[in-house]
């Protein structure tokens, strides 16, 4: 099967813009995540998600930042007004999300944003 | 705040040895410890998970050590190829935190013939 799929894998935007950047989890994974990470810098978690609802949305960084998941599949998260700093290395993540079983992440291969 | 930290310093070796890369963590106790790869362009590929109460796990070539003393994990590749020249990254997670991992930035390991 397909494994986590992320798109765009490269956007450009300028300062000051809207994104949005889209995640596709395995399939029956009940756990999705979102992760940051930028140069020299580690995977910065961001927020949770459970079936559709996020328990842990600790990470994201400002209120320009939201994320929402519907039907316990496909994720997008949202960046408003786009600021330099935001340019990073968006990594999108699944698992079974069986509690106490310490499932690993699945990991797309990342949306790459560029703020100009 | 919590924290993983590896050695940012890249590791060169010769393949055939065995490589030895180091996890320490801080500020907290994690109740398992996971190693991943990381190539370049590529999301982070899951290798080995360790819980707190396992002194050691192996798969293959690979071996991981979990000292809760020293607050550190070890992560091993024997008889290295210049195919395991990758990013390896160590991330900690705690019990009911719904399996988010704080990660360490990562230590380049290059295999060289």
């Known amino acids: 099967g397909a494994g986590v799929s992320q798109s765009p894998s490269n956007k450009v935007t300028e300062k000051g813009k809207d994104v949005e950047l889209r995640c596709d989890p395995i399939?029956?994974?009940?756990?999705l995540y979102w992760y940051r990470q930028s140069l020299g810098q580690g995977l910065e978690f961001l927020i949770y998600?459970?079936?559709?609802?996020?328990?842990?949305k600790s990470g994201l960084p400002s209120d320009r930042f939201s994320a929402e998941r519907t039907g316990g599949s496909v994720s997008t998260l949202t960046i408003q007004r786009t600021q330099q700093e935001d340019s990073a290395v968006y990594l999108c993540a699944s698992s079974l999300g069986q509690p106490g079983r310490n499932s690993p992440l699945h990991f797309g291969n990342g949306t790459r944003l560029t703020v100009t | 705040s919590q924290k993983i930290e590896q050695n940012s310093e890249a590791l060169n070796i010769q393949e055939g040895k065995t490589a030895t890369l180091t996890c320490n963590y801080t500020?907290?106790?994690?109740?398992?410890l996971q190693w991943y790869r990381q190539d370049p362009g590529r999301g982070p590929v899951f290798l080995l998970l360790?819980?707190?109460?396992?002194k050691e796990k192996r798969k293959e070539r690979l071996k991981v050590t979990f000292d809760t003393t020293l607050k550190q994990s070890l992560f091993h590749i024997t008889a290295s190829q210049p195919a395991d020249s990758a990013t390896y990254l160590c991330?900690?997670?705690?019990?009911?935190?719904?399996?988010?991992?704080?990660f360490g930035t990562g230590t380049q390991l290059k295999v060289e013939l």
């Open positions: 998600f459970q079936g559709n609802s996020a328990p842990d």
């Open positions: 500020n907290y106790s994690p109740a398992y």
């Open positions: 399939s029956g994974h009940t756990a």
């Open positions: 991330a900690g997670g705690l019990t009911g935190g719904g399996n988010k991992l704080t």
């Open positions: 360790i819980r707190e109460n396992e």
